[in-house]
């Protein structure tokens, strides 16, 4: 706690209004959908949001609206805002035409992951509007690093390095739907790395991941990142140490978000020093017992 400032104000995109169109959600009929909760965030009263037009480009359109016309899109406001559009195709990405005149894009993807990258890259640098593009791969465990990178490297070109459009990239594993969000502390590295490289195993709350993209694509710290998200579960971990002293000093979660993104890599530099793996102890443990 003595390392926390006073929560303070964090810096915000000033281009998230107008209309941004969204992808990828509200077409899985198998599970109780909580895609609602993305619609929710991006039309939160307390958020910088000023989105006038929320367009949800869906596989069906009257199946869609039965999902979010609830009476919580009423009272929210949400139901002046959301229109519909289907898809070209199942599960196709939204076209130019249908992104025309939108200046945000939320891209949710689920499989086929880079080459799904590199169809955005070009659909979003065919649209002049566009300024904003954030993209969030669920279920992306194990791409390999050096495919990934090569993938991001495309984005970052067809984007002219952020000039023409900014991306925000959120990365996580296998969805876990039981998990609220702002339940579990969470780390963090680069996509395109080996670091950013998900476990088979790894999961993340949906919830949460749609906390982390709609966060990064209203915070300025989320211009022109790509980040893979995994949850940590040992609470004596460094980062979660940090996120649990975040909360309990009244950080809302985009502070907490914009600190953790900011400030996470200099994190590392206060952790103990490091333990070293149990073959390096026992190489150590029979050094001594030799001499």
Not at 213 to 219: D, I
Not at 256 to 271: A, K, L, S, T, Y
Request: proline share 4%; net charge negative; hydrophobic share 40%.
């Amino acid at each position: 706690m003595a390392y926390l400032k006073e929560p303070e104000a964090v810096e915000a995109r000033s281009n998230i209004d107008g209309t941004i169109v969204v992808s990828g959600v509200v077409n899985d009929r198998d599970r109780q959908t909580t895609d609602q909760f993305l619609f929710d965030l991006l039309n939160h009263e307390e958020s910088a949001f000023e989105f006038e037009t929320i367009k949800a480009i869906v596989n069906d359109v009257v199946w869609a609206k039965k999902r979010l016309l609830s009476r919580s899109a009423r009272y929210t406001g949400l139901l002046d805002k959301l229109t519909f559009e289907a898809t070209a195709s199942e599960g196709a990405l939204p076209t130019a035409e249908q992104l025309r005149g939108a200046k945000s894009w939320v891209a949710c993807v689920d499989n086929d992951h880079l080459n799904a990258m590199e169809r955005i890259g070009q659909v979003a640098a065919s649209v002049p509007t566009l300024e904003n593009v954030a993209v969030l791969l669920s279920n992306a465990n194990g791409l390999p690093a050096d495919e990934s990178a090569a993938a991001l490297e495309g984005i970052k070109k067809v984007s002219n390095d952020g000039e023409k459009f900014v991306y925000t990239i959120v990365v996580v594993g296998r969805l876990d739907d039981e998990t609220p969000e702002g339940k579990e502390y969470y780390q963090y590295e680069a996509f395109g790395t080996e670091e950013g490289v998900l476990p088979a195993d790894t999961t993340f709350s949906r919830e949460e991941s749609y906390r982390m993209v709609t966060e990064l694509l209203q915070l300025a710290c989320g211009k022109n990142t790509a980040l893979c998200f995994a949850p940590i579960y040992n609470p004596n971990v460094t980062e979660a140490k940090l996120i649990r002293g975040l909360r309990q000093a009244g950080y809302a979660r985009p502070q907490e978000i914009d600190h953790m993104v900011r400030v996470g890599p200099e994190v590392r530099q206060i952790r103990s020093p490091r333990t070293p793996p149990k073959h390096e102890l026992r190489k150590k443990a029979n050094a001594c017992a030799h001499h």
